[in-house]
T-cell receptor, first 109, second 114 residues
């Protein structure tokens, strides 16, 4: 069963704009991770945030975590056409990584 | 370091047949997890192996099985294939000594059951 639920399911923006994706989950977690997948290929790890952290940055990525609301957001700033992909949140608690169904991001040049 | 290698990349099988997929993790990684990805159900956890022992199992029927060898390479087997088993099967490797580490994924095996 899915733990994380991403929102929106699909997002289309212009190059240079920011993209925000949200993830909600149901049970307590040790950490939450974000992954990217290009066209049915393998997943690539983007960022990991632990349950005692509130915000993390990596390059153009910013992730926030609110454990009281059981939610996380991924912000991609100054998006590029190469950012077009599906983005998944994955939670880890007492079970291994459990993925949501993802947000499909399209960045139009 | 070489990445996670999955073989074969593509496979076409007939209903009722069985199939074996292979995953070679990153050198030194002892944990291998398998996921099934379909458009309808998304990424679903199949099982995780650590040091040749199944450490966790997802909610899949007994037709899905796996194993891990002493060199950490893993195989998964699906018997009596059904059309619904058509999916992208992904393998992920992690060091395995603790949680809160990133998972490294292979490119997947695309299985089509006809």
């Amino acid at each position: 069963s899915q733990q994380g639920e991403e929102d929106p399911q699909a997002l289309s923006i212009q190059e240079g704009e920011n993209a925000t994706m949200n993830c909600s989950y149901k049970t307590s977690i040790n950490n939450l991770q974000w992954y990217r997948q290009n066209s049915g290929r393998g997943l690539v790890h983007l960022i990991l945030i632990r349950s005692n952290e509130r915000e993390k940055h990596s390059g153009r990525l910013r992730v926030t975590l609110d454990t009281s609301k059981k939610s996380s957001s991924l912000l991609i700033t100054a998006s590029r056409a190469a950012d077009t992909a599906s983005y998944f949140c994955a939670t880890e608690g007492n079970t291994p990584l459990v993925f949501g169904k993802g947000t499909r991001l399209s960045v139009i040049a | 370091k070489a990445g996670v290698t999955q073989t074969p990349r593509y496979l076409i099988k007939t209903r009722g047949q069985q199939v074996t997929l292979s995953c070679s993790p990153i050198s030194g990684h002892r944990s291998v997890s398998w996921y099934q990805q379909t458009p309808g159900q998304g990424l679903q956890f199949l099982f995780e192996y650590f040091s040749e022992t199944q450490r966790n199992k997802g909610n899949f029927p007994g037709r899905f099985s796996g194993r891990q060898f002493s060199n950490s390479r893993s195989e998964m087997n699906v018997s009596t294939l059904e059309l619904g088993d058509s999916a992208l099967y992904l393998c992920a490797s992690r060091p395995g000594t603790s949680l809160s580490t990133e998972a490294f994924f292979g490119q997947g095996t695309r299985l089509t059951v006809v």
